[in-house]
């Protein structure tokens, strides 16, 4: 079982990677997994004990002493996500605010689930009404002009990051597909 304790940072464009480059050494040194990309930080920890909820409540609160050293943390967008069973239960704060403990959390534009299916995020991204957008916006029924439509505002939807998400079940698949069906099947 994992906790994700996923942690957002406000940030000012090339100041802030200067700043973050030391925090990445510091949870290093913590010997707890950190991931770092833009204004984000994502703790990472195997949790088998109690002694390893302490140890990453210990990062979050090197996280949260760096943050408001350097006034760069916004607790109302940090969580905990579990992922796999959990037999130890913890309350994880970062500024005196508990952390609250979610089913699913959007990382990168991918919506992950604690039980790590696709099925949650293939739903959202298959319900953008784009491809209905396409067909009522443009007047004219040319279909040149609905397929390059369809290829630069749908399809980079559908498609962004699959290889991360990628559906195994038949009915995620279907969900998919379904978008192009409905699509070249419209007048």
Avoid at 23 to 40: M, P, T, W
Avoid at 47 to 71: F, P, R, Y
Avoid at 155 to 171: A, D, G, H, T
């Amino acid at each position: 079982m994992f906790i994700i304790c996923i942690v957002d940072l406000l940030s000012g464009a090339v100041s802030f990677l200067i700043f973050i480059d030391d925090l990445a050494k510091v949870l290093e040194n913590n010997g707890i997994i950190a991931k770092i990309f833009a204004d984000e930080v994502k703790l990472y920890l195997e949790i088998s004990t109690a002694d390893d909820c302490d140890k990453l409540q210990k990062g979050l609160d090197v996280i949260a002493g760096w943050a408001c050293e350097w006034q760069l943390i916004s607790v109302d967008k940090c969580s905990t996500l579990t992922v796999g069973s959990c037999s130890v239960r913890y309350r994880y704060v970062v500024a005196d605010s508990e952390l609250p403990c979610k089913t699913h959390c959007k990382d990168l534009g991918i919506t992950m689930s604690s039980n790590l299916s696709p099925s949650q995020h293939i739903g959202e991204i298959t319900a953008y009404r784009r491809s209905n957008c396409i067909l009522k916006c443009f007047a004219p029924r040319d279909n040149d002009l609905y397929v390059r439509a369809f290829v630069v505002y749908v399809r980079p939807i559908l498609e962004c990051n699959s290889i991360v998400w990628s559906p195994w079940l038949k009915q995620d698949i279907d969900q998919i597909e379904k978008v192009q069906r409905r699509f070249t099947k419209k007048d």
